[in-house]
């Protein structure tokens, strides 16, 4: 009787403290995931005292027209989303459009991979960063305005969004990967930001024998005119103050190039 009597006791004892313990841990701590509405959030930050943090979004294989909330509450703690995870949404062939809430400063890369319906995102004014591969493959995508809170856009961004027709970059981008745009055959021949300060991309499929690029422009971006084979001169002004990586890489013909640099 003492031994069944004090077997109870103690299973009472640990579901007790099993109670207690789930009690103080009715929220996610750092590094852990919680899941709502079919989205995946992983927190990165909390502050106890407030109980309040933020979180990176994700999900599987999600479809139709997403909303992201700007927050997600687990618990007694709201956690603001401002990351879009690497490969959040990669390969849901069945999302058709997005809209990315003013929490967010984040498109990690690969982050719409594969999204071959995606034809509608809303980015919003509080993003600085699309990262490499971010949209590569999403060929439904015709239209995409990128905010003027973005500064970096990285490289093969939008490789092969082959229906792409049109695309605003703004001035506040200072950093353009390599090739954002390989594959993108739709987009116009030569491609700038809105103020034509930097050169995005010379289409390798122009035909003209020569260039020379505007005296807006202060930065030509890595890969701009990557395997252009039909130029053989260009006049770089002295405008220019920076040229991205493998600018001119398989420019076979090229034997001309006029440049005042400082």
Known sequence: MTNKFSRFTASMACSLAVLFFASIQSHASVGDVFIKDQLIYRVYSEDNATKTGTVSVSAENISGDIIIPKSAKNGEYEYSVTILSN???????????????????????????????????????????????????????????????????????????????????????????????????????????????????????????????PDTVTYIAGSAFSECSSLKSIAIPNSVTSIGGSAFSGCSKLTNIITSIP
């Open 87 to 213: 490969s959040a949404f990669s390969y849901s062939s069945s999302l058709t459009s997005i809209i990315i809430p003013d929490s967010v400063t984040s498109i990690g890369y690969y982050a719409f991979e594969g999204c071959s319906s995606l034809t509608n995102i809303v980015i919003s004014n509080s993003v600085t960063l699309i990262d490499d591969r971010t949209f590569e493959g999403c060929t439904s995508l015709t239209s995409i305005v990128i905010p003027d809170s973005v500064t970096s856009i990285g490289t093969w961004a939008f490789l092969r969004c082959s229906n792409l027709t049109n695309i605003t970059i703004p001035d506040s981008v200072t950093s353009i990967g390599g090739s954002p745009f390989y594959g993108c055959d739709k987009l116009p021949p030569i491609l700038f930001s809105t103020g034509k300060k930097i050169l995005v991309r010379y289409s390798s499929s122009n035909t003209m024998t020569s260039y020379t690029i």
